[in-house]
C-alpha cells in the first residue's frame, strides 16, 4: 500500500464527530503579546489574545492574566503546546482570574466531552502552590459559565496532563477557565487546551521555540488496541524520517541540528515517511500523555544531514 493510501485509511478511521468542536485560540499562539507580559488588565489581553475573553477580578485592575513565553525568569517551565502559556492567578482575598474560550460550533446537548489541558502550579514567595482551575459552559464570552468540573491541584515540578469530562446541557459556545481561590494566594500556568468526544484520543504540535520544522503530522492519534499514525513530510533531499515516542516531555534542548523535546526512554516507531505505533489495550493506559518526534536524515553535500523536526504530543484515548 503506497503512503497516500495508507494516509486516506487512517483518516478514515477517525471518528466521524472528531472535528465537531474545536477551540478558536486553545494554545494561546495567537496572540500581540511577547516575552512575559504579566499582570494585563482583562482590557489589554482582550486586545491581544482573539477567541478568549478575559472577565477575572483578580487585580487591581480587574484582571492580570500573564501571557508568558517561555520559563519567564525562571518561574516555571515553557509551556508544552507551541511557545505560549497563560498564567492565572487567585489572589486571596482581592479575586481570581479567569477567561472565556471560543469554540467553533456550539456544543450539542446530550453529548459528552473531554476537555484536556496541561497546567503547572509554581512554589514562590508570592504563591502557595496546589492551584486548581474550574471549567464551565457558557452561552456568553467574557462571563462564567455553568461549572462542570474542577482540575485537581496543579503539581509543582512540571506541566502536567488533567482533563474534565462532562455531558452538554446548553448549546453553548463558550467555555470559562477560572482560577479556584485558595487558603493563599497561588498562580496556575495553563496550556494546550484541547476538546474531544468524551475520553477519546487527540493529538496537538508542539514545537518548542519554533526552530524545528514543522512537518510531523498526527494523522491518527494514540487509542487502546489501535495505532498511532504520525506523517513526517520530507524535503527535497530528504532520504529518509525515524520517529520516536516516549513517556518524557523535554524542555526544548538545542543539540546543533534542531532542538529535542522528548527524552529518555524512547520507542522506534516502524516506517518511514509514515511512522506507526501499536497501544497496547491495557486500560491503565488511557488518559496518559505520548511525546513523538522525528528526525528527517537529508543529502547534503559532504554527507548526511540530521535534522530534527517539531513533536506531537498525544493523549491515549479510550
Known sequence: MRCSELLFVAACLLPATAEA?????????????????????????????????AYGTGGVSYGEIDVMYGPCANYGPAGVIGACCLGLAAHNPNGVDALTLELS?????????????????????????????EIGTSPTA?????????????????????SVTFTATAADSFISVAAVM???????????????????????????????????????????????????????????????ASLVR????????G?????APVVGLSGNMVHVASIPSTPSLA?????????????????????LTNSQVGVIGL
Open 21 to 53: 468542536q474545536s477551540f478558536l485560540n486553545g494554545n494561546f499562539e495567537q496572540n500581540t503579546f511577547s516575552g512575559c507580559a504579566y499582570n494585563q488588565t482583562n482590557i489589554n489581553f482582550n486586545l491581544g489574545v482573539p477567541g478568549c475573553v
Open 105 to 133: 460550533s456550539p456544543l450539542v446537548v446530550g453529548t459528552s466531552y473531554t476537555i484536556y489541558f496541561w497546567g503547572f502550579s509554581p512554589v514562590l514567595s508570592f504563591s502557595a502552590g496546589a492551584a486548581q482551575i
Open 142 to 162: 467574557g462571563v462564567g459559565g455553568t461549572i462542570v468540573g474542577t482540575s485537581p491541584n496543579f503539581g509543582a515540578v512540571e506541566f502536567e496532563n488533567y
Open 182 to 244: 485558595q487558603a493563599s494566594t497561588c498562580w496556575a500556568w495553563i496550556d494546550g487546551f484541547s476538546i474531544q468526544p468524551a475520553q477519546a484520543a487527540y493529538c496537538d504540535e508542539a514545537n518548542g521555540n519554533g526552530v524545528n520544522p514543522s512537518v510531523c503530522t498526527c494523522i491518527t492519534p494514540p487509542q487502546l488496541g489501535g495505532a498511532l499514525v504520525l506523517d513526517v513530510a520530507p524535503a527535497a533531499n530528504t532520504l529518509l524520517t525515524v520517529a520516536y
Open 250 to 257: 523535554l524542555q526544548p534542548l538545542d543539540v546543533g541540528f
Open 259 to 263: 532542538e529535542l523535546l522528548i527524552g
Open 287 to 307: 488518559g496518559m500523555p505520548l511525546f513523538t518526534q522525528a528526525l528527517r536524515l537529508n543529502a547534503g553535500t559532504a554527507g548526511l544531514v540530521l535534522e
